[in-house]
């Protein structure tokens, strides 16, 4: 990685290309016509141009000629080393990298494994970056820098030692790269000349089906790279474990070739087939089967103890001849004044179109609701041409003015004349871009309701708080749909609204009563659409009896036994547990918040068990050092963490520390190298993390309390004093005649 | 006439037929008492509470090496005991706690965080108020040995190699150092009554270790913070 590839800038960087262009651009000469001469060379030469051009060269420019990057820069994970630049970095030379994903249902487990060496002759310092997929969150680390060994922990945010090392300088780095993607970094100090840098690092993410499609990505797109000379050393392998938790329809991996190896109709072992870099990022999508009725997978996962359970619950595909169901579509919207503009005008013909597209045996209503709520028709009417056009009339009125008061429309569209026509399905939109000030009256308000109502919100903009709006969505049995930009509303609602013409199952419950539960968030279930499965989780004392599922699907009742005892076994489900626990507690902490000191215990609690990074927990990095084993030698002897794999069986570790001697000496000269280990290895970063220690303040107010006291003390008693001793003087006047005055005179 | 005066001065009967400005007098004379009484029993409340709380420490710490986990030392308490600081010299002892901030320090000396914590390598520091606990600080000599017992039990003895007098943020440690020193410190002058910027510090090495201690400079100190948003 060290050595540019020859061809080209390094295409693995963002300043890489910007580098090319300024090289054509600033000086008249043709500059791409030199791709042939040597990447040192060309560096110079860029520098130098740059220098003749512009008497003040741009820094940026001549750092990704010189091959230096910032951690935001990186596309797969690397090891960066200190430069002499501030916050520049040099790749270190990866040897391998391994990636293997174990997927159950909606849950992607990935664990990074990945080899790095110190090409230099000195002690050098650096940073591990890995950029990481979208929600995506890291909760096991395993680093081994010769016989030292760091390690992740997850430790309550409050129990942080309050410094925590040189690290705290690079806290800024840690910030979302440019295009919004988040690095996860780590500090590796003292890195000891051509000494080998292992990674293991592990991180879950709970994947969301886009129309049906699940999709993985695994950050790899990395230029190949060259080691030394020639030599390259940068093997690369990647397995996926795919257990879907639903008959498997196409499965694609994007980017690269994959074999392939079906273990069932759900379950599929993936190997990527190149073992290099192909610079493009690992993708691969599946999506679930066409299948006739409703099904129902489970898996287990044994965490602390205690088991838990995640159930799947896919629909039955499309049966286009079989009749949708009847509906009857409440329409609520906020027409208060921040609607104004491009957000009713993107909703309207919106809303025209839903009401268009229903059939004459469905009913609807409309409430538009600011200060005031108002509806259209007293109880929901079937949807005649002629009530129609009187909706479209209302519709086309609407002005955004006032604020929002959302329980009285709420309360409007959740109300059900017709409760018992359990053969029509009650879907409310409720349309809003306020900020909900009151949750938990409307939380007990759709709690209470029930029935065959579901809510789908809609929370348009920067206003309203997604985690509440979410939390309504689930107690309403809908879904939330989170617009953020205002131009994209109408979009996003044909979407809604096509969506929601075809639920496939409905009136969906999980019977939990045979099973012995144990504190689960047992919640009300969603409708289901077209390809998008649901997914239940519930932490149970043992995995005996089995889950009662019920529901309507195609409109003819639906019941599927799952026998716990033959779930199958998956990963990262009493996480996901956990995390949904923790989103409710965070739901709750929000609506209530005099419960917050409580609630934020639970959620510490909770993470700490599971193991997860929350609002209360952070993953440290524990360093410690290994004994040196009783017969010296035998460490380097044995196969370093995470080069123990199917793609490495055979080569055995490698030290490229003679390889890189031949590595180009102009970027080595730019490292930021020491001659011995920078500070104690174990006590260096603590105690050079005080840097400045400033002492205390250690003198308690209570001797000049006790002083300033006694003087107060004194001078009462001389006021007392003078108060009585004056009273006894102007008696003593008064009572004397007035001759005694004369008297004196 | 005025032996009259003087004679029915201490009479009560007096007061109940003041005049008004005698009597508003006599308030405001009876309000400064009360304040001063006040800051008195404030005063002594600061100091009442460093000894009981000790008291009530030294019990948590007893019980804290016998689980081996920190006790607290009141059911309501925020504080825990981290180490005892013994002066066999002076015949004195002190439970310290291991948090230094706020409030901490009313109940006993403090640890430094960012500071290792006593018998690893590398610098410990305490802190604690000049007029309750670290008042001893003046009596310590060089060569006086500091026992420190820890809550897991392990005890290290150090030995006073000096005394000095710096600037709060002037104290230049050496930091990179992995000799495992143990500094003392409490506010400068040992007799004032403002706070200033000085601090007395006492600073004492590690002596080679007695029969009983363990080796726990091999535990796992915590050293970088992994960034994640």
């Known amino acids: 990685m060290l050595a540019l590839p020859a061809q080209a800038a390094p295409s693995e960087t963002l300043a890489g290309p910007t580098t090319t262009r300024a090289a054509g651009k600033t000086p008249p000469a043709p500059a791409k016509k030199e791709t042939t001469a040597s990447p040192v060379a060309k560096s110079a030469a860029v520098a130098k141009k740059a220098v003749v051009a512009n008497p003040r060269p741009n820094p940026r420019k001549l750092d990704a000629a010189a091959g230096l990057v910032r951690p935001d820069q990186l596309r797969t994970g690397g090891l960066l080393l200190e430069t002499r630049r501030k916050a520049r970095f040099l790749r270190a030379p990866r040897i391998s990298t391994d990636m293997r994903v174990e997927?159950?249902?909606?849950?992607?487990?990935?664990?990074?494994?990945?080899?790095?060496?110190?090409?230099?002759?000195?002690?050098?310092?650096?940073?591990?970056?890995?950029?990481?997929?979208?929600?995506?969150?890291?909760?096991?680390?395993?680093m081994r820098i010769g016989n030292r060994?760091?390690?992740?922990?997850?430790?309550?945010?409050?129990?942080?030692?309050?410094?925590?090392?040189?690290?705290?300088?690079y806290r800024s780095l840690a910030k979302p790269g440019r295009d919004g993607r988040r690095m996860f970094i780590s500090r590796v100090a003292n890195i000891g000349p051509g000494e080998m840098v292992t990674v293991r690092l592990d991180y879950q993410q709970t994947l969301e089906p886009a129309a049906g499609t699940f999709r993985l990505r695994l950050p790899l797109s990395a230029a190949p790279v060259s080691v030394g000379a020639g030599k390259t050393d940068d093997r690369v392998s990647v397995s996926v474990d795919l257990k879907a938790g639903f008959p498997l329809g196409k499965v694609k991996s994007h980017n690269q070739e994959v074999a392939t190896e079906p273990k069932s109709?759900?379950?599929?072992?993936?190997?990527?087939?190149?073992?290099?870099?192909?610079?493009?990022?690992?993708?691969?999508?599946?999506?679930?089967?066409?299948?006739?009725?409703?099904?129902?997978?489970?898996?287990?996962?044994?965490?602390?103890?205690?088991?838990?359970?995640?159930?799947?619950?896919l629909p039955a595909g499309r049966d286009p001849s079989a009749a949708k169901p009847a509906r009857e579509?409440?329409?609520?919207?906020?027409?208060?004044?921040?609607?104004?503009?491009?957000?009713?005008?993107?909703?309207?013909?919106?809303?025209?179109?839903?009401?268009?597209?229903?059939?004459?045996?469905?009913?609807?209503?409309?409430?538009?609701?600011?200060?005031?709520?108002?509806?259209?028709?007293?109880?929901?009417?079937?949807?005649?041409?002629?009530?129609?056009?009187?909706?479209?009339?209302?519709?086309?009125?609407?002005?955004?003015?006032?604020?929002?008061?959302?329980?009285?429309?709420?309360?409007?569209?959740?109300?059900?004349?017709?409760?018992?026509?359990?053969?029509?399905?009650?879907?409310?939109?409720?349309?809003?871009?306020?900020?909900?000030?009151?949750?938990?009256?409307?939380?007990?308000?759709?709690?209470?309701?029930?029935?065959?109502?579901?809510?789908?919100?809609?929370?348009?903009?920067?206003?309203?708080?997604?985690?509440?709006?979410?939390?309504?969505?689930?107690?309403?049995?809908?879904?939330?749909?989170s617009v953020r930009l205002r131009k994209d509303v109408g979009r996003r609602l044909v979407g809604l609204f096509s969506r929601l013409e075809a639920p496939l199952a409905t009136d969906l419950s999980a019977d939990w009563s045979a099973v012995r539960i144990d504190g689960s968030p047992v919640d009300p279930l969603p409708d289901l659409f077209e390809r998008e499965p649901v997914t239940l989780v519930a932490k149970v004392d043992n995995l005996a009896?089995?889950?009662?599922?019920?529901?309507?699907?195609?409109?003819?009742?639906?019941?599927?036994?799952?026998?716990?005892?033959?779930?199958?076994?998956?990963?990262?489900?009493?996480?996901?547990?956990?995390?949904?626990?923790?989103?409710?507690?965070?739901?709750?902490?929000?609506?209530?918040?005099?419960?917050?000191?409580?609630?934020?215990r639970r959620i510490a609690r909770l993470a700490l068990e599971q193991g997860l990074v929350s609002r209360k927990t952070r993953l440290v990095a524990v360093e410690?050092?290994?004994?040196?084993?009783?017969?010296?030698?035998?460490?380097?002897?044995?196969?370093?963490?995470?080069?123990?794999?199917?793609?490495?069986?055979?080569?055995?570790?490698?030290?490229?520390a003679a390889a890189d001697k031949s590595a180009r000496p102009m970027l080595l000269a730019m490292l930021n190298v020491a001659s011995a280990p920078v500070s104690d290895a174990v006590a260096g970063p603590i105690a050079g993390a005080a840097g400045k220690l400033v002492l205390p303040i250690t003198a308690t107010p209570a001797q000049r309390r006790i002083e300033a006291g006694l003087l107060l003390l004194v001078f009462g008693m001389v006021l007392a004093g003078a108060a009585l001793m004056w009273q006894q003087v102007s008696r003593q006047v008064k009572r004397t005649p007035r001759s005694g005055w004369e008297d004196w005179s | 006439m005025r032996a009259g005066f003087l004679a029915r001065l201490p009479g009560a009967s007096a007061v109940g037929r003041l005049t008004p400005f005698g009597k508003i007098n006599l308030a405001v004379a009876g309000v400064v008492i009360a304040a001063g009484a006040g800051l008195i029993g404030n005063g002594l409340f600061i100091r009442a509470k460093a000894m009981l709380a000790q008291v009530l420490l030294d019990r948590a710490f007893d019980g804290s090496v016998a689980t081996g986990e920190p006790v607290r030392p009141w059911s309501w308490?925020?504080?825990?005991?981290?180490?005892?600081?013994?002066?066999?010299?002076?015949?004195?002892?002190?439970?310290?706690?291991?948090?230094?901030?706020?409030?901490?320090?009313?109940?006993?000396?403090?640890?430094?965080?960012?500071?290792?914590?006593?018998?690893?390598?590398?610098?410990?520091?305490?802190?604690?108020?000049?007029?309750?606990?670290?008042?001893?600080?003046?009596?310590?000599?060089?060569?006086?040995?500091?026992?420190?017992?820890?809550?897991?039990?392990?005890?290290?003895?150090?030995?006073?190699?000096?005394?000095?007098?710096?600037?709060?943020?002037?104290?230049?440690?050496?930091?990179?150092?992995?000799?495992?020193?143990?500094?003392?410190?409490?506010?400068?002058?040992?007799?004032s009554d403002s706070p200033g910027p000085f601090r007395y510090l006492v600073e004492a090495e590690m002596l080679p270790k007695v029969a009983k201690a363990q080796t726990p400079a091999e535990g796992p100190l915590i050293s970088t913070a992994l960034m994640q948003k």
Request: hydrophobic letters at 40%; aromatic letters at 6%.
């Open chain 1, 149 to 169: 060994r760091i390690e992740g922990r997850i430790v309550a945010r409050d129990r942080l030692p309050r410094n925590l090392g040189k690290a705290a300088r």
């Open chain 1, 265 to 313: 109709d759900s379950h599929v072992l993936l190997h990527m087939t190149a073992a290099r870099m192909t610079g493009k990022d690992f993708v691969l999508s599946w999506e679930p089967a066409a299948s006739d009725k409703p099904v129902a997978r489970m898996f287990r996962e044994r965490v602390g103890g205690s088991d838990y359970l995640l159930a799947t619950i």
């Open chain 1, 545 to 600: 009896g089995h889950l009662l599922l019920r529901g309507r699907s195609g409109g003819k009742p639906w019941v599927e036994m799952v026998d716990l005892s033959k779930a199958e076994p998956g990963s990262g489900i009493g996480k996901l547990f956990a995390g949904r626990l923790i989103d409710r507690l965070e739901t709750s902490r929000r609506a209530v918040p005099r419960m917050a000191a409580k609630l934020d």
């Open chain 1, 103 to 142: 997927v159950t249902g909606p849950i992607a487990r990935t664990r990074v494994s990945q080899a790095f060496s110190n090409p230099s002759e000195g002690w050098v310092e650096g940073l591990y970056v890995f950029p990481l997929p979208e929600g995506a969150s890291v909760d096991d680390l395993d």
């Open chain 1, 329 to 481: 579509l409440i329409l609520a919207i906020d027409t208060s004044s921040s609607m104004a503009g491009l957000t009713l005008k993107q909703a309207k013909p919106a809303l025209k179109l839903a009401l268009a597209r229903l059939r004459e045996t469905d009913r609807f209503n409309v409430i538009r609701f600011g200060t005031k709520a108002e509806t259209l028709f007293p109880a929901s009417v079937v949807a005649t041409g002629e009530n129609i056009a009187r909706a479209n009339a209302f519709l086309d009125d609407l002005k955004g003015e006032g604020g929002t008061e959302m329980q009285p429309p709420l309360e409007a569209a959740l109300r059900d004349t017709t409760p018992t026509d359990e053969a029509t399905v009650r879907q409310v939109v409720f349309l809003t871009d306020g900020a909900i000030r009151n949750a938990r009256p409307l939380f007990k308000l759709i709690g209470r309701q029930g029935g065959r109502t579901r809510l789908y919100p809609v929370a348009i903009g920067s206003g309203p708080d997604r985690a509440l709006m979410r939390r309504m969505a689930q107690l309403g049995r809908g879904d939330l749909v």
């Open chain 2, 77 to 191: 308490a925020s504080i825990r005991p981290m180490a005892r600081l013994e002066f066999p010299r002076l015949g004195r002892a002190f439970v310290a706690l291991d948090d230094s901030t706020g409030d901490a320090l009313a109940f006993g000396p403090g640890h430094l965080p960012g500071t290792v914590r006593p018998g690893e390598p590398g610098l410990s520091v305490f802190a604690a108020h000049r007029d309750t606990h670290f008042r001893l600080l003046g009596k310590v000599r060089t060569g006086d040995v500091i026992r420190v017992r820890r809550i897991d039990g392990a005890l290290f003895d150090y030995k006073v190699t000096r005394s000095r007098v710096v600037k709060s943020d002037e104290a230049d440690f050496d930091l990179d150092s992995v000799k495992p020193v143990l500094a003392l410190s409490t506010c400068w002058p040992l007799d």
């Open chain 1, 624 to 656: 410690t050092v290994e004994k040196p084993p009783a017969t010296a030698g035998l460490s380097r002897a044995l196969p370093p963490l995470g080069l123990v794999g199917k793609a490495h069986a055979g080569t055995g570790p490698v030290s490229t």
